[in-house]
């Protein structure tokens, strides 16, 4: 070997070889997939902060030490084993899911990618986990709520109405509610009031369903979680109530922060930020089939008493007293 091609051997071999050391030391940067069955921001936009806000309390900062990939399936659910599908091709290290099929396209897609679902109800009875100590496989997560609430809820309305007699439960006609019917069966009884579901199957039914309400003089309406209702016609159905001058509790305190009557329920932006703790135990190398599924303990009661005035009705004292916010 000559002298010139000696000395152009030896110096590849010391400038590669620092290239090589800081390509080993640098630290892979996670990437996160959310995937929502709703519409991008700004409708999702306090979910998104309080969920990005969680993962700067840990220490993380979104689009620096950690990359987030959005996908929403703006109201359509046969979107969401696609949006699934692409999360786990680019890939992605962990999938945050909402919502019973979020989650199920999320399952579906992967059986060794780790998900966390946020805002689920129930997932042990609609048989995403096996339970909620020990979930098994690789989801965990935060549930939405007890399914108890329901009773509580109407309980909450009664004393709002005291003169109440006939509640109407709007629900998707596909919504698992066994527990919910029982629980709203036996505070019905207790309140003495008369109860009748009114079922929808998609967005167009919204208005004629309202309707017949009004036509079957129900006093009052408890709207179920559904994401057809919480996710793409939220504005909807609270004008639809106000057009039929119908009091309307719900579950998420956005419907009353828009024009409902009033809403009880977990803090949903709560769940979206603790949602991010588990995100963080699994990029720590926990497994999500043995961390417990949690569930929120802080409910709040939330009453628009403008929306009281223009509907006539006036709130006891006792209820505002105990109401976490009372929007004027």
Do not use: C
Request: hydrophobic content about 40%; cysteine-free.
């Amino acid at each position: 070997m000559d002298r010139r091609a000696f000395i152009t051997m030896v110096g590849g071999i010391i400038v590669a070889t620092p290239l090589t050391a800081q390509a080993q030391q640098a630290p892979k940067v996670p990437r996160i997939g959310v995937l929502r069955p709703g519409n991008p921001p700004p409708h999702d936009f306090r979910q998104r902060e309080a969920f990005e806000s969680g993962l700067r309390d840990l220490g993380w900062t979104p689009g620096t030490s950690i990359l987030i990939e959005y996908r929403y399936g703006e109201g359509k659910e046969e979107r969401l084993p696609e949006l699934a599908g692409e999360l786990v091709r680019l890939p992605v290290d962990v999938i945050v899911a909402s919502a019973p099929n979020g989650v199920r396209a999320a399952q579906q897609a992967t059986r060794t990618i780790p998900i966390v679902m946020s805002t689920l109800p129930d997932p042990v009875k609609s048989g995403i986990v096996m339970s909620l100590a020990r979930p098994g496989a690789n989801t965990t997560g935060i549930t939405l709520d007890a399914e108890e609430l329901a009773g509580k809820q109407l309980e909450l309305l009664k004393e709002a109405l005291p003169k109440l007699s006939r509640v109407a439960v709007l629900r998707h006609r596909s919504e698992p509610f066994d527990v919910a019917r029982t629980q709203i069966e036996t505070a019905a009884r207790t309140l003495k009031l008369e109860v009748k579901e009114f079922l929808v199957s998609d967005a167009k039914d919204l208005a004629p369903t309202f309707a017949t309400m009004s036509q079957a003089r129900m006093g009052a309406v408890l709207v179920r979680r559904d994401p057809l209702v919480v996710e793409r016609r939220q504005a909807e159905v609270v004008a639809l109530a106000a057009q039929q001058r119908m009091p309307a509790m719900y579950s998420f305190r956005e419907f009353p922060d828009s024009g409902g009557l009033m809403s009880y329920g977990a803090n949903v932006y709560e769940i979206h930020r603790r949602s991010a703790t588990f995100v963080d135990k699994i990029l720590q190398g926990a497994k999500p089939g043995d961390l417990p599924i949690e569930q929120p303990t802080k409910f709040e009661l939330v009453v628009n008493l403008k929306t009281a005035k223009a509907l006539g009705i006036t709130i006891p004292q006792s209820l505002l007293l105990r109401a976490d916010q009372v929007i004027q």
